[in-house]
């Protein structure tokens, strides 16, 4: 790999700890099985499109400190199962970029 390379990857790690988006949706999506993550995710912008799903938790942590977080206020809350997985996935993006963040400070060590 060259110079060049390596420094590329680390300026998009960067760029990628600076922030973590997480939001969690209640509905049906139709996607194979064997669908990409770019397929995936088609999938479920068209849903939001079409109203089929609902956003039901939104976490945006910034680097800074900002953040902001958004539940439903709909009949019935939040479904138990959606909570969860919306929680783990916010620790799950966190542990993620710590150790992104790890990475890079090895590289200038």
């Keep these: 790999m060259s110079l060049k390379d ?3 990857k680390i300026n998009d790690a960067i760029t990628d700890l600076s922030s973590l ?3 969690t949706f209640t509905g049906k999506v ?4 064997n669908g990409s993550y770019d397929d995936i995710k088609t999938a479920v912008n068209n849903a939001v499109a079409d109203q089929s799903i609902s956003l039901v938790a939104e976490s945006l942590y910034k680097f800074d ?3 902001y977080n958004f539940l ?3 009949e019935g809350g939040i479904p138990a199962s ?3 997985l919306h ?3 916010v620790e799950g993006g966190i542990k993620t970029r710590q150790g992104l963040a790890e990475l890079v ?3 200038f060590e």
């Design 87 to 89: 929680k783990a996935a």
């Design 65 to 67: 400190g900002d953040s």
């Design 82 to 84: 959606a909570m969860e």
């Design 72 to 74: 439903t206020n709909a």
């Design 6 to 8: 390596a420094l590329t």
């Design 30 to 33: 139709d996607f194979t099985a």
């Design 105 to 107: 400070k090895g590289v």
């Design 21 to 23: 988006h997480v939001q």
